[in-house]
C-alpha cells in the first residue's frame, strides 16, 4: 500500500517560513502528479499547490508568491516551502498523489501566530 511521510509542520510566527517534505514509498505505479492540500478548522479541505510529472503547476490565489513547490521525481518526494506565513495559513498540510488513484498523507499542523 502506498504510503506518505510527510514533515515539517511547526509553529512560526508571522512573516517567518518553513518547509514542508513529502515522501512516497510502496508505490509501483508512475505518479502523475504531487502537491499539498490544507484544511483549516471549520473549512473544507483546499487546493495549496500541485506539479505534475512533467513539471505543470498550480496554486491557489492565496498562496502565489510566497509558496513555491517543487518535487524530486527520482526520489518520489514533493516538497512546499512557505515563505511569507501569515495567521490565515494556520491548517493541516495533506500530502497528495495521483497515479491510478489518489493518495493522502496523515497531515501535519502548520500554525501561524500573529
Known amino acids: 500500500q502506498v504510503q506518505l511521510v510527510e514533515s515539517g509542520g511547526g509553529l512560526v510566527q508571522t512573516g517567518g517560513s518553513l518547509r514542508l517534505s513529502c515522501a512516497a514509498s510502496?508505490?509501483?505505479?508512475?505518479?502523475?502528479?504531487m502537491g499539498w492540500y490544507r484544511q483549516a478548522p471549520g473549512k473544507q479541505r483546499e487546493l495549496v499547490a500541485t506539479i505534475a510529472r512533467g513539471g505543470d503547476i498550480d496554486y491557489a490565489d492565496s498562496v502565489k508568491g510566497r509558496f513555491t513547490v517543487s518535487r524530486d521525481n527520482a526520489k518520489n518526494t514533493v516538497f512546499l516551502e512557505m515563505n511569507s506565513l501569515k495567521p490565515e495559513d494556520t491548517a493541516v498540510y495533506y500530502c497528495?498523489?495521483?497515479?491510478?488513484?489518489?493518495?493522502w498523507g496523515q497531515g501535519t499542523q502548520v500554525t501561524v501566530s500573529s
Open positions: 510502496r508505490i509501483k505505479s508512475r505518479i502523475n502528479k
Open positions: 497528495y498523489l495521483r497515479s491510478f488513484a489518489d493518495y
